[in-house]
Every structure is written in structure tokens, then in C-alpha cells.
């Protein structure tokens, strides 16, 4: 399935091989090269994920689990196949504990529905933290608001850490579950996830961790973290869109009520009554997108032959060096923790002066940059910075110290003109 990705060759960490491997990296934009730096938005594809989706739809294509002819059991050994490939790339003990979703808000969003019918009571309290992404926000107030919970907030020091001390003087009697992101969508911090972990098992709370910014940057293993549940999305990890995963320890999923009625998640259906399929198929109502699923697995594989830790080597010191760089400009203001070893992550959010992050997203996008400008969905954190927005560059395996110098001089340039 990697025939056509170069790094198949490539044992080596080979940006140049690596860039190849990603058709629209030489595309121009407005007459310049294209400088993709909105990698934490969604990640570009690796030409073998794109033939791997083709090639299923022209030979493949067939219904799963459903049917007994050839094309259904080749299709569905695939999807099968890529549960399997998602289990093995995050240290999950049994693929029934990999459901596939459409992305992570969907994955969040089932288990808030999931988790509350179960075990949230009026007066009970649900903990996030104050650097998360709006998807690990309202699907939790919804749900609290059905239930008469409450949410609790983990607050965060003004270097854009979590605090722990508060944190465990949060949790009480009263707390039913710990939602924390494992790197911040617009500071880059990464948060100390086991720790998290471990302070809410002492109380016997359960910790789902939001991996959407983690799964793509460094190893993650899920006997290592020891979390309860675990959210990604497939297209920030160079997979496609509509595919993600909600990773469950077995013995919380079993407890778990189904998130949607239909086809797949059940075993026998009767007017009176009906009784529902075994894990995972049990969250999986109605026809799975095994094309992306399958395609999600072929991008697995792909970072998986290039290795996490060297993927994670190169952008911590992509990062650190567009840091060093950055801070150099006059009136340069980056938010987040320092770009010490393992507390930073592959993401730069920045303000120049009084230069509106729109301006400043929008004049580097002439210039052929890509990056994004606002809130990010994370508005109670700029309610912490005291901002509106930011802008951010974010960093994938194939990003270069060229293209971080384009930007700063990119910077400069705007910075320049106003
Ligand atoms: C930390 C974090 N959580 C959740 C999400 C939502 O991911 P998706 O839109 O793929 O569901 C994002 C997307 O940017 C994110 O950065």
C-alpha cells in the first residue's frame, strides 16, 4: 500500500523524499511557492493515502460486514485490517476498544451523550481545561446542561501552563470525569497527560485525553498514558477527512449506552424491543466510511515507516528554531511555554505590535504563507490572554527551516508596512 510513497525506500528521515511524497507541496499560490504552515487545521496527504482511497472506490467499493459476496468481505477485511493498524499505532489492548468516528469533535460528542446518560446526576461535575478546543467544551456543557451538572475549569498560569495544584483541588466527590487536550491547538503546550491521569484515578475518576494535537507530532501509547478515552482526528495525521477515533478501555465501553439508533449497532431489533451488537460495532450505527478508514490506516502506516520519533524530532527543532527566529522581531509577542524539550509543540501563536492577526494572516497569505488567524475555537483562552487572536503557524513532518525563514521575513515585511 506504500508503493507509491517514497519513504518506502527511504529509511532515513529524508525531508526531500518526504516532500515528494506530498503532490500539492509544489504548488504555487498568487505566483509564490506555497508555504503551508496550518498543519494543526488539517494536514496535507501523502500521494499513497490519496491512492490508496482511489484505488478502494475503482476495485474495492462494497458495503462492510454486511454482505457475503467477495467485494463486501474484501472491503470489509480492510476496514477490519485498519481498526487493527489504529490499535497497534496507539498501544490499545484489543481493537474493540478503536471505534471509529468521523473526526474528534465526533468522537467527544459521543462519549458526552454516552457518559452522561450513564453517570452524570444533577449536582455532579464534569473537569476541563482552560486551554481546550471548543470541541472538548460544548459537547460537555451540553450535556451538563441536560443533566444539571457542572462544569469545573482547570485554570492556567500566565505562561500558558495548567495548574496543577488547583487541578487537584478541583477534583471531589462530586467530579465524574477529567477532559483535558493533550497539546494546545494555539499555544502548543503540552500538558502533563499522565500526570492528569493519575491525580483522577487516585479518586477513581475516569480521563478522557484530547489527542487531536498529540497523535500527529509524537508517540502515543495507551497503556503508557493510562487514560480512559482518547479523541483524534484522521486528517491532521495525514489521513482524510471524516475519519477519526475514540479509543475506550474496554470496561468503560462496555458500560456505555449507544450514541446512535440504526443499522450495525444492533444484534436482533423487534417493535418491543432491541438488543445491541458487541464492541465496537455497538457505536458504529449505520454504513462506516471504510474508504477513510482504510486510508486513515495507509497514513498510520506512512508516519509509522518514517517513525514518530523522528517526526517528532525534526518539528521540535523546526519549532525551536522558528521560536529563536521569531523572537528576534521587533514587537514580537508569542504566547505559550518556552521551547524547552517536550513542553512545546509544533505550533507558533504570535502577535506583531498592533497589527490585527486578520492583517497579518491575510498580507502573508500574498505572500504565498499559509496560516491561520482568530480564536482558533478556544474563545474562553483568548478570554485568559486577554486577546481576540492570535496568529499561528503550525509545523508537519515536511515543513522546512527555508519555509520558516520565508515566514519570518514574511513577518518583517508586513511588520514593515504599517
Ligand atoms: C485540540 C483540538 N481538539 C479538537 C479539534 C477538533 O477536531 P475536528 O475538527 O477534526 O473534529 C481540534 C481541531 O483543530 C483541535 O485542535
Redesign the pocket.
Given at each position: 500500500m506504500l508503493k507509491n510513497c517514497k519513504k518506502e525506500k527511504a529509511c532515513m528521515y529524508n525531508i526531500d523524499n518526504v516532500r515528494e511524497d506530498f503532490p500539492i507541496l509544489i504548488r504555487q499560490v498568487y505566483g509564490r511557492p506555497l508555504v503551508y504552515l496550518d498543519n494543526?487545521?488539517t494536514t496535507q496527504k501523502p500521494r499513497c493515502v490519496v491512492e490508496a482511497m482511489v484505488d478502494e472506490y475503482y476495485n474495492v467499493n462494497a458495503n462492510v460486514h454486511r454482505g457475503v459476496h467477495f467485494l463486501s468481505q474484501q472491503a470489509t477485511e480492510l476496514h477490519e485490517q485498519s481498526r487493527e493498524t489504529v490499535r497497534r499505532f496507539i498501544g490499545a489492548r484489543s481493537a474493540s476498544e478503536v471505534l471509529f468516528t468521523r473526526?474528534?469533535?465526533e468522537s467527544i460528542n459521543l462519549l458526552a451523550f454516552s457518559f452522561g446518560e450513564a453517570f452524570l446526576r444533577e449536582g455532579d461535575e464534569v473537569v476541563v481545561s482552560a486551554m481546550e478546543?471548543h470541541?472538548?467544551i460544548v459537547p460537555w456543557q451540553m450535556v451538563c446542561e441536560r443533566k444539571g451538572a457542572r462544569l469545573r475549569v482547570i485554570p492556567m498560569t500566565d505562561a500558558g501552563t495548567l495548574c496543577m495544584d488547583a487541578y487537584r483541588q478541583l477534583l471531589s466527590e462530586r467530579t465524574r470525569i477529567v477532559c483535558c487536550?493533550h497539546v494546545s491547538?494555539v499555544l502548543g503546550t503540552v500538558n502533563p497527560v499522565e500526570e492528569v491521569v493519575r491525580e483522577a484515578h487516585r479518586h477513581g475518576i475516569p480521563v478522557l485525553i484530547?489527542g487531536?494535537?498529540s497523535t500527529p507530532h509524537f508517540p502515543v501509547d495507551m497503556q503508557q498514558l493510562d487514560c480512559d478515552f482518547f479523541a483524534f482526528?484522521g486528517?491532521?495525521i495525514y489521513g482524510p477527512t471524516g475519519i477519526?477515533v475514540l479509543y475506550g478501555k474496554e470496561e468503560w465501553l462496555e458500560k456505555l449506552p449507544p450514541y446512535q439508533g440504526g443499522g450495525e449497532m444492533i444484534k436482533n431489533v423487534s417493535f418491543e424491543r432491541t438488543t445491541y451488537n458487541e464492541l465496537p460495532y455497538k457505536f458504529e450505527a449505520g454504513t462506516p466510511d471504510y474508504v477513510a478508514s482504510h486510508a486513515l490506516a495507509v497514513a498510520l502506516d506512512y508516519v509509522s515507516a518514517l517513525g514518530m520519533e523522528n517526526i517528532y524530532q525534526h518539528e521540535q527543532a523546526l519549532t525551536r528554531y522558528a521560536m529563536e527566529q521569531l523572537q528576534q522581531l521587533e514587537g514580537m509577542r508569542i504566547f505559550g511555554p518556552p521551547a524547552a524539550e517536550g513542553q512545546h509543540d509544533a505550533v507558533v501563536s504570535f502577535l506583531v505590535g498592533n497589527i490585527h492577526h486578520l492583517d497579518m494572516g491575510t498580507l502573508l497569505d500574498r505572500l504565498g504563507i499559509a496560516v491561520r488567524t482568530g480564536h482558533h475555537?478556544a474563545e474562553p483562552l483568548m478570554h485568559r490572554l486577554g486577546i481576540e487572536g492570535t496568529v499561528r503557524a503550525s509545523f508537519g513532518l515536511y515543513n522546512t527551516k527555508d519555509e520558516v525563514d520565508a515566514l519570518v521575513a514574511g513577518i518583517e515585511r508586513v511588520r514593515k508596512m504599517f
Open positions: 494543526g487545521a473526526g474528534t469533535t478546543h470541541s472538548n487536550t491547538n484530547d487531536a494535537q482526528s486528517h491532521k477519526g475555537c
